[in-house]
């Protein structure tokens, strides 16, 4: 009878309740800043998710709205280039017991409402170079010599990056490099000396970091990819120095190794739910002298996401 009596009781409580018993929408997150040297005090941070946008200086606390989706922050100081994160939520264990407790009226309630997630309490974010000095991280070397030359064809092979075998050439042509841009194709694309394009792209697929390419260390970045309007936060890497020779021309060259989480952007037909934030890897090779990208290989389950492509001839 006792065993019967609480059955009815949890019976009850699930189909009739609709309470929910994780409590409060919104947490308290703490910004700390940080550059190669120590951390960087005064840093006005600015958070945002789909439930609003807060701010911050650092080092500090504030309140956000829980939710789903990713806590995107973006910290500037006078002294540093911005500093770039990206943060994703959890799902609080107790939110499953209200599929018990509360039903699954009550279990809702908290998704939709975003009391059912977590953000970590406190959240560090690296911060670009240093405009003042000092606290910077090493720049690549200026002795890093231009191999190319305005006039060069530049081929780049796509491959399927699962199977390695070739789908197609892109073919490029270096107009100029002026003021510490490359200049392709008469004007109609030009490119950063950080990865960044300002005028058209190299590639469907891209990465591109804060300040300029560093020696050694961690640094952020951004990755956009084909089809994909967000560009996703990125964590670059520097694996170290590499030569890669080209039609007879040796680049002294960056490895990178990057990291990150896909976008959740629905594209219908595309990808599936299970692809979305998905999270990926893979290396890039980038010029020292100039920041072009040489090679970039990136595997995830997204298949928007799963890039292989390198430099592959020179022509004059």
Not at 8 to 17: K, M, P
Not at 38 to 49: D, H, I, R, S, Y
Not at 64 to 74: G, T, Y
């Amino acid at each position: 009878m006792r065993l019967s009596a609480l059955i009815v009781v949890a019976a009850s409580l699930a189909v009739g309740g609709c309470a929910s018993i994780v409590s409060g929408h919104t947490q308290s997150v703490s910004v700390d800043t940080v550059d190669t040297v120590g951390q960087v005090a005064g840093a006005k941070c600015e958070l945002t998710n789909n439930k609003g946008t807060w701010f911050v200086t650092s080092p500090g606390t504030t309140l956000v709205h829980r939710s789903f989706e990713d806590l995107a922050i973006r910290c500037e100081s006078d002294k540093h280039e911005p500093g770039l994160a990206n943060v994703k939520s959890t799902t609080k264990g107790m939110a499953f017991g209200n599929i018990l407790f509360g039903g699954i009226i009550g279990a809702g309630i908290d998704v939709s409402t975003g009391a059912a997630y977590d953000y970590p309490t406190l959240i560090t974010v690296q911060m670009g170079v240093s405009r003042q000095g000092g606290a910077q991280p090493p720049s690549a070397p200026t002795t890093a010599q231009m191999v190319l030359k305005p006039g060069d064809r530049l081929v780049y092979a796509e491959r399927d990056a699962r199977t390695g075998v070739t789908s197609g050439e892109v073919v490029h042509t270096l107009s100029a490099v002026d003021d510490g841009a490359m200049v392709f194709n008469d004007g109609a694309v030009i490119i950063k000396n950080n990865g960044l394009p300002s005028k058209g792209r190299l590639a469907a697929s891209y990465i591109y970091w804060t300040g300029t390419l560093p020696v050694r260390g961690t640094w952020p970045g951004k990755f956009r990819a084909e089809n994909i309007w967000e560009d996703v936060p990125v964590e670059i890497s520097v694996v170290g120095p590499e030569t890669k020779t080209v039609s007879g021309r040796s680049f002294s060259a960056r490895k990178l190794k990057v990291s990150g989480y896909a976008s959740r952007q629905v594209i219908s037909g595309m990808v599936s739910s299970a692809e979305m934030g998905a999270p990926f890897e893979g290396t890039a090779l980038v010029d020292a002298a100039t920041g072009l990208v040489l090679e970039m290989k990136v595997t995830s389950r997204h298949p928007l996401y799963t890039v292989d492509r390198q430099l592959v001839r020179l022509m004059d």
